[in-house]
């Protein structure tokens, strides 16, 4: 008797070619549902629909097919088993070893704008799942593919080994099966507490009690932060988005350090990508800024950027809030970058950085949504929180002494509050011009990122302001920006000590506003 294989899928890739080697080259009989049914029947290939099969029709509107003792007694037989045979024998059920199943696009479905609760519970599969893990759970016996990338590979085994395929392929088969319902499952469960939140039965902002992680190899990596180290990069979701929907116009393969650096450019970036923001470029190192402007043009904030640290610029990540134009392209063949990435980038200026050959430059039109929420793993388990994603408003600050600020002070200190959050903790940025003079970061005292961030500054903190992602809990380093020259500082306050430094900076004549909220970085 011919062998029997079951096909029911959603992507029809690759189908009608991978049924016919199954007919014509190995004498498979076919069953199928649906609209795979229907296209292999088009296609000219015999085939037996599952109602045809199982003597059940299709119900509930197609809801119930495959669900029925013929099919899932067929795939759970165990051959090597003489119980299991002679059940199936008294019922007339024929084993199955093959089966070809993907799922309903369910997050392709939720992916559209305007679908709505219903559509994309119509999407929840239910008999393709039942298969699948029937089918991975009884490897031993049967061949389960779930995506058109493994049939090639399926038909050569077969060639390989006289029609049959070997335990191994088929373990290898059958972890992806599960692998595959596994984050099908975890992406329905995220969009129900999506779901569940907009209800206001989740409250917004909290984490779920069970929190699922799942991602599909996007491309495997040289190696990570060290060349010891392997590491891939994963995509989640069914829809390019973030990085994984960014266009590489040149340069060498991305690495593990140049995604890690590029998404921290990103972040900057969406803090200056509204339409209403002025030409803005960041260059940074190891995730920190080393270099920060806006500029009445592109070029002119990333040359003031760059003129920021140019010792710390040579090897970094350029990140600009406007498409890349033939002066900002001139200006960055001038010294070696990494990366840049920018919304767009203009013919003649894709032309003039092609020069630079290993120079990744990437278009990134969407430079302002991230990820909602951050993961970190732990031994014996993971932390996740919310993203620092809280929108800046002055209007909530509290200038906080005798001396009260200028426009164009209060204008200085929002961009270097925005920089701040950015530089990892201790965090310390000087800025003036709208661009950054020193920035002290990841330091283990706030005095000593003070210091970095005012020697690098040098004589250019006079009249410059300060920011400090946490709270200054002694007036020493309200004096020592003061020394400097500082004449305005921005800081998040609620130190218990906060009035020493307040009466520190009304003694020297400065300038403090506490902004209610900090944005520690580790």
């Not at 609209?35 to 509107?61: C, F, H, M, N, R």
């Not at 988005?241 to 991305?254: C, F, H, M, N, S």
Request: aromatic share 6%; charged share 20%.
């Amino acid at each position: 008797m011919a062998r029997l294989a079951l096909l029911s899928v959603s992507n029809k890739t690759g189908l009608i070619e991978l049924a016919r080697s199954l007919v014509e080259e190995f004498g498979f009989d076919i069953i199928s549902s649906g609209g795979t049914a229907q296209a292999l029947k088009e296609a000219g290939l015999p085939v037996t629909k599952v109602s045809d099969y199982t003597g059940s029709p299709e119900i509930l509107g197609g809801r119930v097919k495959t669900l029925h003792p013929r099919i899932h007694g067929g795939i759970l037989v165990r051959k090597n088993l003489a119980e299991d045979v002679a059940d199936l024998e008294a019922q007339q059920i024929r084993p199955i070893d093959l089966v070809v199943v993907n799922l309903y696009p369910f997050e392709q479905t939720i992916a559209k704008p305007d679908v709505t609760f219903a559509e994309a519970i119509e999407q929840i599969d239910i008999g393709g799942p039942a298969m699948v893990r029937a089918s991975a759970k009884n490897h031993a016996h049967v061949t389960i593919l779930t995506n058109p990338s493994q049939y090639d590979s399926y038909l050569q085994e077969l060639r390989k080994n006289n029609g049959t395929t070997s335990l191994e392929f088929r373990q290898t088969a059958a972890l992806q099966a599960f692998q595959h319902t596994g984050g099908y499952d975890r992406a329905i469960a995220a969009y129900l507490e999506k779901e569940a939140e907009g209800r206001g039965q989740r409250a917004e902002g909290t984490l779920p009690d069970t929190y699922a992680l799942a991602g599909t190899q996007l491309q495997a990596l040289r190696y990570g932060e060290n060349p010891h180290q392997p590491a891939t990069w994963y995509q989640t979701g069914a829809t390019a988005t973030g990085w994984t929907a960014a266009t590489q116009l040149q340069g060498k393969e991305l690495s593990y350090n140049n995604l890690v650096d590029l998404e921290g450019a990103r972040q900057i970036m969406a803090e200056f990508a509204d339409a209403q923001s002025d030409p803005a470029a960041a260059i940074v190192k190891h995730t920190n800024p080393c270099g920060a402007a806006l500029g009445n043009t592109l070029v002119e904030a990333y040359q003031k950027a760059f003129d920021a640290d140019s010792t710390s610029a040579f090897g970094g990540i350029v990140a600009l809030n406007r498409s890349i134009d033939t002066e900002t392209a001139t200006a960055m063949t001038k010294t070696f970058l990494e990366c840049v990435v920018a919304p767009g980038c203009e013919p003649e200026a894709a032309a003039i950085l092609s020069a630079k050959k290993n120079l990744r430059v990437l278009v990134l039109k969407d430079l302002s949504h991230g990820a909602t929420e951050t993961v970190k793993a732990i031994a014996g388990g993971f932390l996740a929180q919310t993203a620092d994603d809280l929108p800046v408003d002055p209007n909530q600050w509290r200038i906080a002494t005798e001396k009260q600020p200028t426009d164009a002070q209060l204008a200085e200190l929002l961009f270097a509050w925005k920089l701040c959050k950015h530089v990892k903790s201790n965090a310390i940025v000087v800025t003036r011009d709208r661009a950054t003079l020193g920035v002290g970061a990841g330091q283990m005292n706030r005095v000593g990122s003070v210091k970095i961030a005012l020697e690098q500054a040098g004589e250019k903190a006079q009249g410059a302001v300060l920011a400090s992602d946490g709270f200054f809990p002694f007036d020493d380093s309200v004096r020592t920006a003061a020394a400097a020259g500082i004449s305005a500082i921005v800081q998040p306050g609620g130190s218990l000590r906060d009035q020493d430094s307040i009466n520190a900076a009304n003694e020297l004549g400065l300038v403090m506003v506490l902004t209610g909220v900090r944005h520690f970085l580790h």
